[in-house]
């Protein structure tokens, strides 16, 4: 172990399940990302005679571990539907040879690792009667199967070939097998144990000669600190922002940007390296990148030349690279279509960070209005994929609780996982880790407001905008509410011309606007969104599907009460936090630069100005033109409010008129765009033709609400 890996001593299970493995016994492994699942395969692999098969889900999974142990010295190949012809049919000679061989192993070249996606094992004759020939010459000593919870459908990774794998257990009974995973529910590993055919489990620590050996180690990993950064509206400043973060907190050290789309990650890595005047060197990954391209990368990653990898989902499930300081995700992850978006694809992604123990930073850019377009590409899947789409915007919204401890609950609660995988040698699951970001915040960042006559507002208002067949975004319920626009909104109706305006009177209707500002109303809507006082509606058009906000199942328990019982104290109560408001412009940018010297942490200083995530510390524990005025009093007299300061600053551009605006026949909705950066100045478009001539406020794009459909 120590000649060979370099490793010097055995971590968490590792020890327990090479010996099962070399006893020749069915397990059953479940280690965090980064705990070393390897080892327990690739050890008794050159220990025992004979070749170990490994199936593994992706390719860059295999030539990371391909590098690693050529590196190593260790005669390892790997068999895919790409392996040029000369190469497969050295490899299938050699292993015909070995299977053949009368020696015990250990000699010269013998392959000791057989690398294989599950498709070869699925599709290939050719390949499984080359294993039966190993198996009859007992020179296969065991199969190994990667990322296992792929087989599951109920699993965040489901991969149709991997079902395909019962056949090993059919072809092959006497070789044990080995299934490996990062996070496995007991739903998922009944599935896994069902479909590879393996025999019920039994405890690692106590196990009977019978059955499979069940080890599973704590998936808190304490050298991670998550923190949810509040991601700015505007495009430059969230490229920006990323820009000084890394620079300030991890100069020249190596990370990962998630990105939702292709096209993000090609724009984050270019635009990092421009702002940065290429002091960030980075690469782009996803599945278009020819796979020429995606190995230099991974070469250069590896070697440091490049310091940041921009990245799909497509990046990461297996990738080796132990010193990686910090994840970062631009927006709240969403994986494949056949994954469910939720906190365990973010645990994964954010998990290839520190995966040498050392300290590392994960940190999730997020902004309510995010919801919106992860609601867009959600909505057609199952009504499980909206809750689960919840639960990670929950995690992300929540600004008190420990990171460790949302992550335990929901594992335990969602994946009916062991509340007990989170607990350590020094610390229950329930005891805060004390170093994320809700555990270091200084109170003084924080807004803990009862928002309940906010909220009963955000409901009237659109219930009058309901009752006149309108339809809002988050953006729109949240600018309506708080008077932007002129305070009017669009009816209903198909046909953009027979459309009409209605003003609303917000006193007769909700008691007046709603004193917020945009990011804490947004805020507020999502949380009602979270809590069932809303829910989101779709409607699909050719080019596009938006996201409307209508009342929720929960809407009425608070709209019943008059707005006197509200302040009475009646009904039930809602509570948000809200970010205290950062000041904009370069002054406050420099101010925050300067203020990011180590150990101004909790300085509580200047309290105004958000802080930026800092360098993880040590580890411590009707018709047009009308405007029929909407009230439910008699009362006409509208409340005299400042108008809301406007936000300027998003500079999402449209995508082109042919995808923004479609036939007057389609569903033309005002709030179908896109969240694609162009270069081109944006086209600005009116929400409302009401106030055109009201400076500002009237000739507020609408570029800050968009959807986009184009994903990976
Ligand atoms: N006992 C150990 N001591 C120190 N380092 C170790 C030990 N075991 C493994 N490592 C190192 O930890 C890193 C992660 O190991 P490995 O790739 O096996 O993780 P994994 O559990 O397979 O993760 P993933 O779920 O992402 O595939 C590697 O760099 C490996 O060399």
Redesign the pocket.
């Known amino acids: 172990?120590k000649k060979v890996?370099?490793?010097?001593?055995?971590?968490?299970c590792?020890q327990g399940v090479c010996n099962a493995n070399m006893d020749g016994r069915d397990v059953v492994c479940i280690?965090?990302?980064?705990?070393?699942?390897?080892?327990?395969y690739?050890l008794p692999a050159i220990l025992t005679p004979g070749c170990t098969l490994v199936i593994s889900p992706l390719l860059s999974?295999m030539r990371d571990?391909l590098l690693?142990l050529q590196e190593a010295g260790v005669e390892a190949v790997m068999l895919t539907g790409g392996t040029p012809k000369s190469l497969s049919d050295e490899i299938q000679s050699r292993l015909i040879s070995l299977a053949l061989s009368k020696s015990s192993g250990q000699a010269g070249r013998e392959i000791k690792l057989c690398y294989v996606t599950p498709e070869k094992i699925a599709k290939s004759k050719v390949f499984v009667s080359l294993l039966r020939k190993l198996v009859e010459g007992g020179k296969l000593a065991r199969i190994v199967i990667?990322?296992a919870h792929c087989v599951s459908q109920l699993g965040h990774d489901f991969r149709p070939d991997y079902k395909k794998l019962s056949v090993l257990r059919q072809f092959f009974p006497h070789v044990p097998i080995l299934a490996?995973?990062?996070t496995c529910p007991p739903k998922v590993l009944q599935d896994i144990l069902k479909i590879l055919q393996m025999k019920p489990v039994v405890d690692g620590k106590a196990s009977g000669r019978e059955g499979t050996v069940h080890f599973s180690a704590p998936l808190y990993r304490k050298n991670l600190h998550y923190y949810v950064h509040p991601k700015p509206s505007s495009v430059k400043e969230v490229i920006s922002t990323m820009s000084e973060y890394i620079l300030q907190n991890h100069k020249n050290e190596s990370g990962i940007v998630y990105c939702l789309t292709k096209k993000d990650a090609e724009f984050v890595a270019e635009s990092l390296r421009n702002v940065s005047n290429d002091a960030i060197k980075t690469g782009v990954y996803h599945s278009e990148v020819p796979d020429v391209q995606k190995e230099q990368l991974h070469t250069l990653w590896r070697k440091g030349t490049v310091q940041v990898v921009c990245a799909t989902i497509a990046f990461?499930?297996?990738?080796?690279?132990?010193n990686v300081r910090f994840v970062l995700h631009h927006t709240v992850p969403f994986a494949d279509s056949c994954s469910q978006k939720s906190l365990d694809g973010y645990y994964?992604e954010s998990?290839?960070a520190g995966?040498?123990?050392q300290d590392a930073d994960c940190v999730l850019y997020y902004r309510p209005q995010d919801a919106s377009r992860l609601s867009s590409i959600t909505c057609s899947e199952a009504a499980e994929g909206q809750a689960k789409l919840r639960d990670m915007l929950r995690f992300a919204q929540d600004m008190q609780e420990c990171r460790k401890i949302l992550f335990a609950k929901y594992f335990s609660e969602s994946s009916d996982l062991s509340v007990a995988s989170w607990t350590t040698d020094e610390a229950n699951a329930m005891d805060r880790c004390g170093h994320c970001d809700n555990c270091t915040r200084p109170p003084e960042t924080v807004n803990y407001k009862d928002v309940t006559i906010e909220a009963w507002q955000i409901l009237k208002i659109l219930s009058a905008v309901e009752d006149q067949g309108g339809r809002l975004t988050v953006s729109g319920v949240s600018d309506l509410a708080r008077g932007l626009g002129g305070g009017s909104f669009d009816t209903g109706g198909k046909r953009k011309k027979i459309r009409g305006k209605v003003q609303l009177d917000y006193a007769a209707v909700a008691g007046g606007k709603v004193m917020l500002s945009k990011e804490d109303a947004e805020s507020l809507i999502v949380q009602m969104l979270i809590t069932g006082y809303l829910k989101e509606a779709f409607a699909s058009t050719a080019y596009t599907v938006n996201v409307y906000v209508v009342s929720g199942e929960k809407a009425f328990r608070l709209s019943r009460f008059s707005r006197d019982d509200i302040v009475d104290g009646k009904g039930p109560r809602i509570e948000c936090s809200f970010r205290r408001q950062a000041r904009k412009g370069k002054a406050a940018v420099k101010k925050r630069v300067a203020r990011q010297s180590p150990g101004d942490l909790n300085s509580g200083e200047d309290d105004d100005v958000i802080q930026p995530p800092k360098r993880a510390r040590k580890t411590i524990t009707q018709g047009e033109g009308k405007k029929p005025v909407v009230g439910r009093s008699g009362d006409p007299e509208v409340e005299e409010i400042a108008e809301p300061e406007e936000d300027f600053t998003n500079e999402i551009r449209m995508i082109d008129a042919q995808e923004s605006e479609p036939d007057e026949d389609e569903d033309d909705d005002p709030w179908a765009y896109s969240f694609r950066a162009h270069n081109r100045p944006a086209k600005k478009r009116r929400v409302s033709n009401v106030g055109r001539n009201r400076g500002p406020t009237s000739s507020k794009t609408v570029e800050d609400d968009v959807i986009s459909l184009s994903s990976d």
Request: hydrophobic share 30%; charged share 20%; proline share 2%.
């Open positions: 172990m890996f370099g490793i010097q001593s055995f971590r968490l590792q280690m965090p990302t980064g705990g070393g699942k390897s080892l327990t690739q999974l571990q690693h990667d990322e490996l995973s990062a990461g499930l297996g990738i080796d690279k132990g994964q998990g290839r995966r040498d123990g």
